[in-house]
């Protein structure tokens, strides 16, 4: 086993995306299964605003890196202490672990207490484009702004119904708190997007309101009865809007974010109104191997059977393929231009 | 009626707290009830840090100014929609609304739907040195850190029992979540002071451990046992502990002020463990006359009832009689020392 060829797409030196070299492709030893791991044979992954946050921190060490957080595969071998309910044969997918090599390659070992099963009624493309992306918007929507999939909010005659805002709703993390908000009863979900199809998109994933992020959005917010909200989910530079979330969100209301500052603010402009604010960072559970990290593993099992009930869709718009540097590259670029609507999917053939 | 006297304890112009004449000793005009107000005829007040950054921001306009937002004593009139559960003669109390005259009075006007009965076994003292202090331990612990005080929190046989820790336990509020927090069942309180008084007031009031935080907490956490907790409730400067906040709150852990910060800060730290940065602000549904500001009402009477049944005790320690100028200067002199333990209560006789 330990003798077979392990294609990989690696980064090495910090070079410009534009540069040939800037992914490699290399061969990588056979992954070892730790007791809690499961191999994975790769057959598609997807590629995230993370690891272009992982390409730009590469350090200039002459060692080679594998990124690509995103798997949807087949498991080919399992550590001593997986749990049965894994069999090798299945088809799995899974965000995995940032501290660990990544999926850019043809066999992948992951802890498999952050698999689950793939949807069954769906390509493998459409799978690989699901994990991180339905897993930072599952944890934001339902256990940080505490939403509840399965019950009523309770809403008293006097009060407004509730509301979420999506800051940047035409993206990967964007696409899926769309949809799995329109699954909380009562909830209306605001996106917003800066582009014609962009808008297009958000609304066929459900958004009951698109307003424009390029625009001031205090105005729009009221023409459309919704002059303040009680959720904020910041899809994309936090910074920009951060001056008006006092302005535009009800007393007591949450606000979480998946993507860091990149200045200092005063926080205590969000003290009068007593509002919270969440940071959600996918990778928490694995970084620090937190006694419930299996939730992952069960949340995607959730995503799964949604879409085999047909309640949500795959976000994958682009797909290239083969897995070589050359598409990882134009995969990277199409990122970077952030005019993306939905996943770029990297298919294994 | 509006030719009584009514005897108010007022501030004018910004002076030194060591002026004679930081507070003054006024009539104003008796109040006119608003349809949802009642007039109470107050018997005794507290006097918090509030009343402090009050007197603090007054402007030099040569207007009196009336402090003081804990109040104790006897309803003696009512507006036309006072629900009937409210009787002239009740005893009551509250923490009132920042934006109207304070309780520094001999009778004061007060939105009904804030106000709640007095417990019936303790002194108007005593009550009255309840309302902010307890209003704003339990939004802190049951509405922001979503604490439960009714169930056992979920504990799985691989996780560690929860922490809080109370960063200040010695002042009014710490007092009070000391206390409340211990009616969290499988919660270990773990309150910080810096003397030995404090320290001997938070072990009355029934903390798991005391830590010193005048020494550097992280040594101190890891040698009880908790080198990570599950919430922290900030009573005092914000900024002394931000940056070691990341290293000793778990994964997923829920930090909670109730002061503001005197500076900017990288919140980019809390990111990486995912945590949640809520504020406290007593007055936010008074401010913003929130739909649900009446849950104001039922904490208090819930307060009344813990206070009956001998679960939690007043936090009451310092009591200046009568109420004037000069007490009432004495008070914040005591509070502006940084060195009281508990409450301080000016009592009307």
Redesign the interface.
Known sequence: MNSKLNHAVAICDPLELAHPDSFLDVQVPYPKALPQDVIVRVEAVSINPADMRARLRKKKDNRINVLGWDVAGTIVEKGNEVSDHFQVGDAVYYAGDINRSGGNCSYHAIDSRLVAFQPKTISVEDAAALPLVSLTAW?ALF??L?LAINTNLTI?D???TPSLLILGGGGGVGSMAIQLAKLVPNLTVIATTSRKETTEWCLKLGADHVVDHSQALAPQLSKIGYPEVDYILICNSPDTYFDILPSITR??GKICSIV??LQ?????L????????????MF??S??S???MVKQSEILNRISELIDQKKIISPRVISLSPMNASNIRKAHQLIASNKTIGKIVIVNK
Chains 1, 2 share one sequence.
């Open positions: 944890e256990e940080k505490a008293q006097d009060e407004p007393p007591f860091p500052f200092s603010h005063d926080f205590n969000l003290m009068r109104k007593s509002l919270s604010f969440h940071w959600e960072f928490t559970r970084s620090f937190t006694h419930d």
